[in-house]
């Protein structure tokens, strides 16, 4: 007998730590304004609409919120998951169907909805660049010429020493990191 045995780690303890931090409007208009290079002030322009257990697709979001008609779907990743692109299609295609649940698509008026942007936050241990670009084609099996579909979805490294200028401009996303 070698003592107690070792507990083992939470693979989703980053996860959720990085979905309670982001979850607080103040600090997520903070990552916001440090994303985007703006200087708003007010967190109850931020709202907050991410998805929990998507009906039939069991499937979560970390953070996703409307700023001036921007749908923002923020992801945190401690492990590379080249599949973030075809998730994140399938949470937007969700959000647009309750954004537009009570108007007709049928309509002869286009139905405006908002602007997507996808970020994933990545600070896992396999070397990664400070910026990465992750395109939904990517995974497409038979793709001549340009896809009629694509999603791209900008991964920033928030390992200690990666983006130092969204570090500083974010304070809480640095002592998450």
Excluded at 63 to 78: G, I, R, W
Excluded at 82 to 87: A, D, Y
Excluded at 156 to 161: A, D, I, M, S, T
Aim: proline share 5%; with cysteine.
């Amino acid at each position: 007998h070698n003592g107690p045995a070792k507990p083992a780690a939470r693979r989703d303890y980053k996860d959720s730590v990085f979905r309670m931090l982001f979850r607080d409007r103040t600090n997520l208009l903070s990552l916001y304004n440090a994303v985007n290079q703006t200087s708003y002030t007010d967190p109850e322009e931020l709202a907050v609409i991410t998805l929990e257990n998507a009906v039939y697709m069991n499937m979560k979001n970390d953070v996703a919120f409307l700023k001036d008609f921007q749908l923002n779907l923020y992801e945190h990743q401690s492990t590379l998951n080249p599949n973030i692109p075809l998730r994140d299609l399938i949470y937007i295609g969700i959000e647009y169907q309750q954004y537009v649940d009570d108007k007709s698509l049928y309509s002869s008026r286009l139905q405006k909805i908002p602007a997507p942007k996808f970020m994933v936050f990545y600070n896992g241990t396999d070397a990664v660049d400070d910026r990465v670009e992750l395109r939904l084609s990517e995974a497409y099996e038979h793709l001549a010429g340009e896809p009629d579909l694509e999603l791209k979805v900008l991964m920033l490294n928030v390992n200690q020493g990666h983006n130092p200028e969204l570090m500083e401009a974010c304070h809480t996303l640095w002592e998450y990191a």
